[in-house]
Nanobody, 128 residues
Framework: QVQLVESGGGLVQTGDSLRLSCAAS????????MAWFRQAPGKEREFVAS???????????EYADSLKGRFTISRDNAKNMVYLQMNSLKPEDTALYYC??????????????????WGQGTQVTVSS
């Protein structure tokens, strides 16, 4: 069982930066694919970024095409933490941001149904 707790959301202005954090429980954290999704009111949950390892222990990060260059996902396996650095925020980034974990790794998983564990979400609101 994996428990995820997000933090770091808030109200910011256009152009600001924000870093989200996700604390994960479990002793096999380093092998999990970790991801961020977001969901705006009235919209489907969408993939933001994921970070996963291959069989050699090399980590890879993948992003939604529209977010490349502004968002950065990272992880600290020693602390069981995953981060999402968000720069140059726009009003359209306003959403509830979720941390998710998948027991599968080795390739990117972009669909919410691919993930077995979810946090409660942290709200990010970007004012214009």
């Amino acid at each position: 069982q994996v428990q995820l707790v997000e933090s770091g959301g808030g109200l910011v202005q256009t152009g600001d930066s924000l870093r989200l954090s996700c604390a994960a429980s479990g002793s096999t954290f380093s092998s999990h694919q970790m991801a961020w999704f977001r969901q705006a009111p009235g919209k489907e949950r969408e993939f933001v970024a994921s970070i996963y390892s291959n069989e050699r222990g090399t980590y890879y990060a993948e992003y939604a095409d529209s977010l490349k260059g502004r968002f950065t996902i990272s992880r600290d396996n020693a602390k069981n933490m995953v981060y999402l650095q968000m720069n140059s925020l726009k009003p359209e980034d306003t959403a509830l941001y979720y941390c998710a974990a998948s027991l599968r790794s080795g390739y990117v998983e972009r669909h919410p149904s691919d993930y077995q564990y979810w946090g409660q979400g942290t709200q990010v609101t970007v004012s214009s």
